[in-house]
Every structure is written in structure tokens, then in C-alpha cells.
């Protein structure tokens, strides 16, 4: 039998723990007050619960979309293009979204408040500001990712800082003294929550439930969710942990849940998402162990047997990453500044000394493609050690790992891609304003 992709649990108000069947691998999850979403691996969107403002009922125009946010009875979706669509209830604007409004990347929502993160690091913000919950913080820059509670708002920065603004009336903006080195983040109610590097989670605001008591000993977490009283958090084995209110089932993980990779919640439900599973032949000793078709996960497979879109390890090293497994990785975070970062790596050819080829006869004398270890120190120092190898004069012979330099190149084309995107947003905007200004001349 296939997996179940997604899982609930809590109280079903509107009906968010009756799930529907998703025809294909989901991508994501957002969890309203009675409703959730669901991104697909196609880029559809799915959506279902109470639907009394439309919440549920998903507008033309969403898919293909990128990143999906639920509120109270409101839903947000970033669009392939950069741009947000809103849809549900609209009583303090909160389905309004901006004139102009490109270049996004994430998007939150709270109980009558909007957020989105833009590409350039930057947060807007609109719908109810009763509480200054859509007035950004002058010069805030440099946000990687935001949260929405019912009335407040947080983003993390790129160095690892948080900002919060809103309604303080429990405490929710009390950021912890010193607190720093946080990779992701998540807004109940009335608290907030704090993932940092090394895998500890720190939590502040109303406690009313214990749902800002973090439970001892609780480490190798990997993603985070917070409801109304109740917190809830992933940990690198795949399995969930919850504390707080559990009057409604909150607190009840179904005890077949395993494999978990990202947690929504609000209200008093909770959404899990679990990784991808396929069904594979067993293999047996006594048979041909070669697998002639292809299995896909979380992607349709085009040219390989097998095709991962995530995660995944194997015994050695080989066609793949060895040793890729998250479950055995500590202090994970994004790699930001990759454009930067790549302005200061200088690659080079070269040739080899004469001197260094009488040394080794097995090198040809032709012309390499590298860098100049040295210079590389200076933007990856760990990537640059002694070979073991001495010149002459007794200096060590340095050797250079260049595979930070890759990974960083695909977070600069990340990076670029967002910029893109948000560029051919403005020319789309551009060129659709053009007749009606030439109209006018």
C-alpha cells in the first residue's frame, strides 16, 4: 500500500484532520484554523477544511506556485513568478496584497496579518496592524526567513538574529538575551520558537499551557511548529515531539507517524509531512538484483533508475554524496552570500613547475584548471591543508578541497535564480503598464 504522505492530528475544527488523497509526492504544508494546504510535486496547490470565507476553495492562477502560508481563515501562495496570491477572508485586508508586490520567496500569515520575504532580504507586511504587526522595522535587511503568530511577527536574519515585532502582551517579542546562531523559526499565539545550530530549541512568550516550556533534553531537532498552546518539533530520526495544551489531542502523535521531515500547526491542530516512500522489489540473493524500471522521489524520474529530490545515502561513496543522510548532520543552515562569496574565489590556469614535474614524472606538463590554495584560504580556510609534501626549503605543500566552492556555486545559482525571477516579474509589469502610458502621450 502507498504511504500516507501527511498526517493530523488535534482538534478537527472545519475539518482539517479529514485529509484528502494527493495524487502526487506534497512538497509542503500550511496549517490554518480549520483548514490546510498542501504543495504539490507538480506545483499544484490542494486545499481543504472549513472553506466559510474560501479559504479552502484554491483561485485560478495559483499553480504553478512556489511556497504556500495559511492563516486563521485566510491563505497565501508565491507564485512561480515571484508574486503572491491571497484568497479568504479579507475584513482587515489581509487577502489585499500590495500593488506591485514581486521578487518573493516565502510568505507567512497570521490571524489578520500578511508577511512575505523578498529575494533582496527585505519583509512587507499588510492586513490588520492594530498591534503595529504590519509595520515592518526600519531597515530591517538581510531576512532568510519569517513566521506570523496571531498578532506578531518574526524574521530571521542571515546572521542568525531574530526580529520581532507586534503585540507584546505576553511576551512574545522578548527575545532572549544573547540568543543567536538560530536557523529557523516558528510564531504560536502568543510565543515563538527558536531553532538553533546545534539542534536545541529555545522558546519565549505566553506559557499558559507549557507551551513555552521546552522539554529537557530535547536535541537534533530539525523543524519546528507552534499552534495556539501547544509547540511541536521534528527530530533528525523523524519522529515528534509535542508540549503544551493537549486538551484537544494535541499532544496525541499518532503512533504510526514516523519519517517526518516539516510540521505545520496552528489553532489546536498540528499537519506533518513525511518523507517521500516508494515501494521497491526486495532484493534477494538467489535472483538478479537489478532493478529495470525507475522510482522517483519526490520527483518524476526522467534518466536514472532512481532519482532523489532531497536528502539520501548509500554504504560508500560513489555516484552519489556519500554520507548525505541528514539524520548523522548537526548545526545544518543555508548557505547565504553565495554570490559574494564567489566574487572572492579567483579560479586560475596553471602549469607546474619544472621543478615540481622532476619531482613527480606521473603529472603531464599541461595546462590545469584550479586555484591557488592560498588564495583559496582566504575565503574556506578548513578547505586548505598540508599534502604531507615538502619543498626544498621545508615549507609544507598545501593541497585544496574545492567542494565548498561547488556547493556554494549552486546556492549563488539559487540566488540568481530569485533575482531572476523578480526581474522578469518588474519587466512583466513593466511591459503591461507600456500601452496605457503610450495611450496617454
Known amino acids: 500500500a502507498p504511504s500516507v504522505p501527511v498526517y493530523a492530528w488535534g482538534l478537527d475544527s472545519g475539518g482539517t484532520l479529514t485529509l484528502p488523497s494527493f495524487p502526487l509526492p506534497v512538497r509542503q504544508i500550511a496549517a490554518g484554523s480549520g483548514h490546510g494546504l498542501a504543495l504539490l510535486s507538480d506545483a499544484s496547490v490542494v486545499a481543504w477544511g472549513r472553506n466559510t470565507e474560501g479559504q479552502a476553495t484554491v483561485p485560478g492562477g495559483v499553480s504553478p506556485a512556489a511556497h504556500l502560508a495559511a492563516g486563521m481563515q485566510h491563505s497565501l501562495a508565491v507564485t512561480a513568478t515571484g508574486g503572491v496570491i491571497a484568497w479568504g477572508r479579507d475584513d482587515a485586508g489581509q487577502a489585499t496584497v ?32 492594530t498591534f503595529g504587526q504590519s509595520t515592518v522595522p526600519p531597515g530591517l535587511a538581510g531576512v532568510i526567513a519569517i513566521a506570523a503568530g496571531a498578532h506578531h511577527s518574526v524574521a530571521l536574519r542571515s546572521d542568525g538574529t531574530v526580529a ?12 532572549p538575551p544573547g540568543l543567536a546562531n538560530v536557523t529557523a523559526l516558528a510564531a504560536g499565539a502568543q510565543h515563538t520558537l527558536a531553532l538553533r545550530a546545534d539542534g536545541t530549541v529555545v522558546a519565549w512568550g505566553l506559557d499558559s499551557a507549557g507551551q513555552a516550556t521546552v522539554p529537557p533534553g530535547l536535541v537534533n531537532v530539525t523543524a519546528l511548529a507552534a499552534g495556539e498552546l501547544h509547540s511541536a518539533a521534528v527530530t533528525s530520526g523523524g519522529t515528534v515531539v509535542a508540549w503544551g495544551d493537549a486538551s484537544s489531542g494535541q499532544l496525541s502523535i499518532p503512533s504510526t507517524l514516523t519519517d517526518v521531515v516539516a510540521l505545520a500547526s496552528r489553532g489546536r491542530q498540528t499537519l506533518a509531512l513525511r518523507a517521500a516512500q516508494v515501494a ?4 534477494r540473493r538467489d535472483e538478479d538484483n537489478t532493478f529495470q524500471g525507475r522510482v522517483g522521489i519526490l520527483r518524476a524520474p526522467a534518466t536514472n533508475a532512481l532519482e532523489v529530490a532531497g536528502n539520501a545515502s548509500k554504504s560508500a561513496a560513489g555516484g552519489w554524496l556519500a554520507n548525505s543522510d541528514r539524520r548523522i548532520k548537526e548545526d545544518i543552515a543555508p548557505v547565504t552570500g553565495a554570490l559574494d562569496t564567489l566574487d572572492r574565489i579567483r579560479p586560475v590556469t596553471f602549469r607546474y613547475t619544472a621543478e615540481h614535474l622532476a619531482r613527480h614524472p606521473e603529472l603531464p606538463d599541461v595546462t590545469y584548471h584550479n586555484v591557488v590554495a592560498q588564495e583559496f584560504a582566504e575565503v574556506f580556510p578548513e578547505a586548505v591543508t598540508e599534502s604531507g609534501e615538502r619543498l626544498p626549503d621545508g615549507s609544507p605543500v598545501l593541497q585544496v578541497d574545492t567542494y565548498p566552492a561547488l556547493i556554494t556555486a549552486l546556492a549563488a545559482i539559487r540566488e540568481l535564480r530569485a533575482e531572476s525571477a523578480a526581474l522578469r516579474a518588474r519587466i512583466q509589469k513593466l511591459e503591461t503598464a507600456s500601452p496605457a502610458s503610450d495611450a496617454a502621450r
Open 98 to 129: 500590495p500593488a506591485g508586490l514581486d521578487g518573493v520567496s516565502r510568505v507567512a500569515a497570521g490571524e489578520l496579518h500578511s508577511l512575505a520575504l523578498k529575494a533582496d532580504g527585505t519583509v512587507v507586511a499588510w492586513g490588520d496592524d
Open 164 to 175: 520581532a515585532w507586534g503585540r507584546d502582551d505576553a511576551g512574545q517579542l522578548a527575545i
Open 280 to 283: 521497491v522489489p526486495v532484493a
